[in-house]
């Protein structure tokens, strides 16, 4: 009974975030722009999650109409694809590079630690809304391997305990 | 701009290689900071600005300041290329503000090679 | 350099911007016409090399093999060195170069291992040129080739030189460029499309990012090329949504090429329409495979679909459509220009040209790196990439990406190009080789591809869906030291029901990680099974944390760094672990130079 208390009461907390449908209006553009081939669905998705962070439902919904494309088939392009989420993120998201490259120079340490101080894994967001951390195949950057990026900036050469250094420049 | 002839191409490439090379032309030095993703990554962005900064401050008109992409060796990046008129180009690697500062006043003015950030002199061979 | 078998001499030219601009390349031509006069083109071949650092000194020739070094030489000059020098033996002293004195303290690019060995083909621009001036592009002879292919060439003749050439497909497979385009030009069905792929997934592989970076134009008319061979008139590049300098340069490197008439209608006034758009990708590494690549350009899902037809016949949208790899495409131009017997003289007898190699792990020089077909492992990794840092010791080399094998310490001397790559269990791939040296486990490495291909499977079919699982939770267990005898076999009977009988190249090359690492390291997969122990000190579960005795030194290196106090030390006395304080971080392990913890 707990667990499904936790899961309701995880629901009620998303709708309470959701988007209102003023808000959904700054959709129009992008239905304008891209209405009329189904082929332009992942442009349009990318956008859309540009302008607000992610594409919770009642976003895939408003698209689904507007380009007359089924919800259900949005729905399975989004969660196809990695660079598309359907849950709020972090202010700031971290982006572990677990590329070979980072992996061999030890990228799995600064995971550990990561996991460990800031409590959240891979795909989650810390509690306070401050971090996402995502892992990322190859940042192309294997000459300062192991890197991360946090937000726009790529940090290199980063050690376990550099990470919370770094960390503690993004409140 | 215009659509272009088979002739056209030509003349391009002639004016090009004008600007491209620096001999007999108006230029007397020109600078090439690699800024692939991973040059930027290490900081190229900061040599350009700075570069940028110096030609503008000592008003040189005769050097090119331009970019191109990754220069392959990853590991010492950032890389940037320095080319003085009737000499060959220096590869510099792990460039920094400070030593930017050093080649720009001891090579791109003085024409000396600050052998101490030197990688290499001269350019990569083309396949046979 | 050395010299090439079927000729008797080599000059070599220097091409470096100095020379050009003081005219080597008229003297390259009178030298050519010379060599036609006394028919001595199929003796002596002229090579175009890279700046040799005197530029002052220029136009420079050097003479192969007796390393004649030659100064200012001029067109008119030419008579008298192929008369005197290349028939008669006879030196040619007033043009020999005499001042020693311009050599300083910095290297040559060519004497310098990681430049000097590297032969450029696809990455001829790099450096060079700013990737978003169309100009600079066309001063390297940029968009010649589509101008010769369009009015001297017919389509056919176009893929007649393609397959000439010997051009195999760059993303992995190998398969013939000039045979696939033949095949998709035969179907008459349009409109056709060429496709690009620039989806590189490959952890650790970051060549095609490179060629989109810095020189985005040699993609675009290597795509318009194939264009006309095959009778398409659209044209895609899928890129990676993980690339967005790729996207933007390459972005304006359509619009100049449009604004130049070198894409859209009527191409250079020869009735040849052509055109490109980008497609981003979102993130999947399934959308490599071909079929994907076209559903996710389609808006959908991307997964894999089984073949035939192939996509040559019923591609994107259902319709004829080419697809080839961003360094395939990068190609072209040099080809086109200086002919298929140019190409085809590089490398080896069944893979021809250059590869270009993404360098990194644990190597000195780790980078970009072109270098011709045949090239051996132990060059790539030792001389061009200085070898292993920190003093360790080669262990295996990585090549392939998760499609590929490992290649153990005792086999660097194999050559590389498609046949040889696969004889030895590992392939070409798109060209990424991870260095790793003897701190890295390769159960753990087998178990982070296997982790990967589990991540990225798309699920469609079941042995790479489940199988792949199955195999990454075994390896799981052998690493934490759950692993039991028979395991082994079981994991080699699993990969290859995995590698037979899924659908696409990603589940049919999935196992191949693991398959390799077992026939090489064996021994490091019993030792974790058996002795519960991993040799390489990676596995946390399977290191005991005991300071050995008598290879301490006593030097506290792993007292300073632990970040849990569980190290006990005083000077001059062997440290030893408190395990009721350890954390098994392997902070102690990584910082004693003497191996003395295990």
């Known amino acids: 009974m707990q667990e499904r208390d936790a899961i309701l009461k995880r629901k009620v907390q998303d709708s309470a975030e959701a988007i209102p449908p003023e808000k959904l209006l700054l959709l129009e553009p992008i239905i304008e722009k891209y209405q009329g081939s189904s082929s332009y669905l992942i442009p349009a998705l990318k956008e859309a999650q540009e302008m607000f962070g992610y594409l919770p439902m009642e976003v895939q919904r408003k698209l689904s109409m507007g380009l007359n494309i089924p919800a259900p088939h949005i729905y399975g392009v989004v969660t196809f694809y990695s660079y598309f989420t359907i849950t709020k993120r972090g202010r700031h998201t971290i982006r572990l590079c677990l590329g070979t490259a980072c992996y061999v120079k030890g990228s799995k340490q600064i995971l550990e630690i990561i996991n460990k101080e800031v409590g959240i894994n891979v795909g989650e967001t810390s509690k306070d809304g401050r971090f996402t951390l995502e892992a990322v195949r190859c940042l192309g950057a294997c000459g300062l391997a192991p890197v991360m990026m946090i937000g726009e900036d790529t940090h290199g050469n980063i050690t376990p305990s550099a990470t919370l250094n770094i960390l503690e420049g993004y409140q | 701009m215009p659509k272009i002839s088979i002739e056209d191409l030509k003349r391009i490439k002639e004016e090009q290689i004008g600007k491209m090379v620096l001999r007999g032309g108006q230029y007397r030095a020109k600078v090439t900071v690699h800024m692939g993703t991973c040059g930027i990554a290490a900081g190229a962005r900061d040599v350009m600005s700075l570069f940028r900064e110096l030609i503008a401050e000592k008003d040189m008109q005769d050097v090119i300041l331009t970019n191109s992409g990754c220069a392959g060796l990853c590991a010492k990046e950032p890389m940037i290329t320095v080319e003085v008129v009737d000499t060959a180009p220096v590869k510099y690697v792990l460039v920094d503000r400070e030593k930017a500062k050093k080649i720009f006043e001891e090579h791109v003015i003085g024409g000396h090679v600050v052998e101490d950030y030197a990688l290499a002199i001269g350019s990569e061979t083309m396949a046979v | ?598």
């Not at chain 3, 130049?260 to 959308?287: H, R, T």
């Open chain 3, 1 to 598: 350099m050395c010299a090439s078998p079927y000729y008797r001499m080599q000059i070599m030219m220097c091409a470096g911007t100095g020379c050009i601009a003081s005219g080597s390349l008229d003297v390259k031509s009178a030298l050519e016409r010379e060599l036609v006069k006394r028919n001595l083109q199929n003796e002596v071949q002229i090579v175009m090399t890279g700046c040799n650092g005197f530029c002052a000194m220029g136009p420079l020739v050097v003479i192969y093999p007796d390393g004649i070094f030659y100064n200012q030489v001029k067109p008119e000059h030419a008579p008298v060195i192929v008369e005197e020098h290349i028939l008669k033996g006879r030196v040619v002293e007033k043009l020999l170069f005499k001042d020693e004195t311009v050599k300083g303290r910095v290297p040559l690019m060519k004497d310098i291992g990681f430049f000097g060995l590297q032969r450029l083909i696809v990455l001829r621009n790099r450096g060079l040129i700013d990737a978003e001036n169309i100009d600079e592009y066309i001063a390297r002879d940029g968009y010649g080739a589509l101008a010769k292919a369009v009015t001297e060439m017919t389509p056919e003749q176009v893929i007649e030189e393609v397959k000439k050439s010997g051009l195999r497909g760059r993303g992995g497979g190998g398969f013939p460029t000039g045979l696939k385009w033949e095949e998709c030009r035969r179907y008459d069905n349009f409109p056709k499309y060429t496709i690009c792929n620039g989806d590189e997934g490959d952890p650790g592989a970051f060549m095609d990012r490179s060629v989109m970076e810095g020189d985005p134009h040699s993609v675009l008319e290597g795509m318009a090329i194939s264009g006309y061979a095959i009778g398409a008139e659209q044209g895609y590049i899928y890129v990676r949504a993980e690339y967005p300098l790729a996207i933007q340069r390459l972005q304006k490197a359509i619009e100049d090429a449009r604004s130049y008439g070198l894409l859209g209608k009527n191409i250079l006034d020869k009735g040849f329409n052509f055109d490109i758009a980008i497609a981003p990708g979102a993130g999947a590494f399934v959308c490599g495979e071909s079929t994907a690549l076209m559903y996710s350009i389609e808006g959908k899902r991307g997964m894999p679909r089984i073949k035939p037809p192939r996509s040559a016949e019923a591609g994107l949208w259902n319709q004829p459509t080419n697809l080839n790899n961003v360094e395939t495409f990068a190609n072209l131009n040099p080809i086109i220009l200086n002919g298929a017997d140019w190409f085809a003289s590089i490398g080896t007898e069944n893979s021809k040209g250059t590869k270009v190699f993404a360098l990194t792990g644990a190597v000195v020089n780790v980078g970009l790196v072109e270098v011709p077909m045949g090239t051996s492992l132990k060059t790539l990794i030792f001389d061009i990439g200085g070898g292993i840092p920190k003093k360790r010791k080669f262990k295996a080399a990585q090549i392939g990406g998760p499609s590929g094998g490992c290649i153990p310490l005792g086999m660097e001397d194999v050559q590389i190009d498609y046949e040889s790559l696969q004889g030895v269990g590992a392939m070409m791939g798109s060209g990424g080789v991870v260095v790793m040296d003897e701190a890295t486990c390769m159960v753990d490495t087998a178990r982070f591809f296997t982790n990967f291909s589990v991540d990225e499977s798309c699920g469609k079919c079941t042995p790479c869906r489940e199988g792949l699982k199955v195999m990454f939770d075994k390896l799981t267990d052998i690493v934490e030291g759950r692993g039991q005898e028979g395991d082994v076999e079981f994991l080699i009977e699993l990969g290859h029901h995995i590698n037979n009988t899924s659908h696409c190249g990603l589940g049919k090359s999935a196992a191949n990680p693991v398959l390799s690492t077992i026939r090489y390291f064996r021994n490091e997969y019993d030792a974790h099974i058996r002795d519960k122990h991993c040799p390489a000190l990676v596995c946390p579960d399977l290191i005991d944390f005991v300071v050995l005795e008598d290879k301490c030194k006593m030097c506290g290196m792993c007292f300073k760094n632990c970040p849990s106090d569980a190290i006990v030390w005083e000077k001059k006395k062997v440290a030893w672990i408190d395990h009721s304080k350890c954390t098994k971080c392997r902070t102690c392990i990584m910082n004693c130079k003497f191996g003395a913890i295990r």
